[in-house]
């Protein structure tokens, strides 16, 4: 197949939010950014999306959503993209789980792609993450070949962290002469713990704690922190990735219960689990990057996060100082695109035959062509 110039990326993350529409137009290795727009998950619809992620639909149950989801992603698509242009898709569909580390290895992406494929009619590639597992990879993060090819500065080493509902953070080395030098990996919650909290203190009025203004009201228990801080993922050398299943609802119980015991209020148990977030993201800097970054740049809806974003510069600034932190606006990309264009990358790079994994950083034993083709 000729290569595609103008490919759309359709992302939903951990945080189960929205599908997030980016249309990426690529002008040999440039990527130039068209349009980008983002439409929430009706109440439903999540409703239906978080029992399938915590294990309680039946089979049947999550056929009828795999396929009801797969025709939202056509609906929004058809309401929201600039139909004509759009010669391919990248659909990451939506993780109702990840665990592939366990015995058993194994990850599922819901949202059925033959709905997009007829709706637009072109090619669809999805299911990004199984052709790196087969290669004994973790299938995460795959964002990486576009953190790469859009943030790497020449003579620099710049992270670029993630903050979605889970945090992962790539680091690109390009200070010698020779191909850049990168490390990939989860680095545990960013906003999961956040949103469910909020939710859980507002009988589900609320999904999240908008501009961090309820953590900065709260005050910080700091023992809590340290104690959840020793928690093993945090320590584990990458490859690594994770999921809802490690850090979800079950595992905000018992958080909750530690904060029960010290009669926290909602705004301290909000500025508690931020702190606890920002410095989680800290110490894998500390104990898994090789060397320290001089700017790290933070993309995904936790950068909108003030009370996050300035905890988690407290933070890498104890660890790095002097170290500069950006937001991925500065550099052209809005926060709520950058995963969707990564997924609209690997969809070219995967119709074109060419490889979408680094295997040094998922742990695989090779490079592969990542994803399967719907065609229209
Ligand atoms: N103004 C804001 N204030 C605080 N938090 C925000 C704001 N805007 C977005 N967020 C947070 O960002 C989350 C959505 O981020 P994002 O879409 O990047 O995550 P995601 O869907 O899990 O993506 P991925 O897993 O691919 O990184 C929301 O659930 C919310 O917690
Ligand atoms: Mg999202």
Known sequence: MRAPRTVLGLMSGTSMDAVDGVEV???GRRLELLRVWSVAYPAALRKRLMGAASNAATCWETAALHHDLGRFYADCARRHSSRNGVEAVGLHGQTVFHGPSQRGAATLQLGEPAYLARELGVPVVSNFRSADMAVGGQGAPLATLFHVRVFARRGRRVCVQNLGGIGNVTSIDCRSRKEPMVQA???????LLLDLAMQRLTAGRRTMDRDGQWAARGCVADDLVRAWLRHPFF????????GREMFGAPYLNRLWSDM???QLGGADRLAT????????????????????PDEVVLCGGGAKNPALVRNLEVALHRE?????LTRCDAHGWPTQAVEGAAFALLARECLMGKPGNLPETTGARQAVRCGQITHP
């Open 273 to 292: 689990l931020t702190e606890f977030t920002a410095r989680s993201v800290a110490l894998n800097y500390r104990w898994h990057l090789v060397g320290v």
């Open 320 to 324: 790095i100082p002097g170290i500069r």
């Open 260 to 262: 029960d015991d010290r």
């Open 235 to 242: 320590r584990r050398p990458p490859p690594k990735s994770t």
């Open 185 to 191: 990996f989860d680095t545990g919650p960013a906003n």
């Open 25 to 27: 137009r690529f002008r």
